[in-house]
């Protein structure tokens, strides 16, 4: 089956949201939604959710799954307030559980910080299954770009988040704590074992040099034969070598310190203090 499916762009981050939907029934998930940050005055803003929360009421749509691709280090998750407001369930990577062991240590996170994803509703792990309406999701594992990075496919629809981007722009960066290049090569294979028509929903963009208008959506066929990083048969020792010179070069993301905190934690803000304020950390040369 086809699901209709609406991007949402917002270009303080270059993330791209979705609106998935079974054609033929109000169903719908949400996937990689975006919170508002203010970094220097720290103050976060839901104008961008509250696009998404319009869009579902006005076409009069039921939430069924609000759904992480990974731990996104570029922006903050909007999904506990998407939840709040629209309802379904908030899922992400059973992997989930190392990326909170690793940042919980980066943060000097206490025991009352839970390592066990039990603040997600769904732990997806290779080969789940999940429905929008009549639709299937299946799930995919594709670690690299983080431990926990899922690519889900919904019809003929895979939602990868980081781990490609369009052909002209390549792939993710691998450079994290967990990551690894060799690893992203053996994810992308997966994905690029898809029929060559299934459409793929990146979930960046950046446009590359000479392109003139932002993009999100390509094929596997496209992406096989076009991939600037990893198409026309690359192999792993190029993709591996390229990729890990390439990640030393780059800086790290403008809002990783809070973007981590409140994503590793399905997008809710630390424990606040005996007077109501909640506060996040700038660990010193840790990343």
């Known amino acids: 089956m086809t699901p209709f499916v609406k991007a949402f762009f917002d270009p303080n981050t270059n993330t791209v949201s979705y609106i998935v939907q079974d054609p033929a029934a109000r169903a719908c998930a949400i996937i990689d939604s975006v919170l508002d940050y203010d970094q220097d005055a720290g103050r976060t ?3 961008t959710a509250d696009i998404l929360v319009e869009y579902v009421r006005d076409n009069d749509l039921k939430v069924e799954w609000i759904l992480e691709s990974h731990v996104h280090a570029d922006h903050l998750s909007a ?8 309802g379904g369930k908030i899922g992400i990577g059973k992997e989930i559980t190392v990326v909170q062991d690793t940042f919980g240590k980066v943060f000097n996170e206490g025991t009352e910080f839970q390592r066990d994803g039990s603040q997600f509703d769904a732990l997806f792990d ?8 009549q639709l299937r999701g299946d799930v995919m594992h594709t670690p ?3 431990p926990a990075c899922l690519t889900y496919v919904v019809g003929d629809a895979a939602f990868v988040g980081d781990t490609l981007f369009m052909p ?5 960066r691998c450079d994290f704590p967990g990551g690894s290049s060799e690893a992203l090569y053996h994810s992308i294979q ?4 898809l029929p060559d028509e299934t459409r793929i929903f990146v979930g960046h963009d950046y446009k590359a040099p000479g392109r003139d208008e932002f993009a999100w959506e390509t094929t596997v066929g496209e992406q096989k034969a076009l991939n600037i990083h990893i198409g026309e048969g690359r192999s792993m020792d190029e993709f591996t070598t390229m990729r890990d010179a390439r990640d030393a070069t780059l800086s790290v993301p403008r809002l990783i310190l809070p973007s981590l905190q409140i994503n590793m934690r399905a ?3 630390p424990e606040p203090d005996d007077q109501g304020d909640v506060f996040l950390k700038v660990p010193v040369n840790k990343l």
């Open 79 to 86: 999904a506990p307030y998407l939840q709040e407001k629209l």
């Open 267 to 269: 997008g809710q803000m």
């Open 126 to 133: 290779e080969g789940d299954s999940f429905h929008v309406g």
């Open 45 to 47: 803003d839901t104008t």
């Open 168 to 172: 002209d722009f390549g792939t993710a």
């Open 144 to 146: 690299g770009h983080t």
């Open 190 to 193: 997966k994905i690029l074992a």
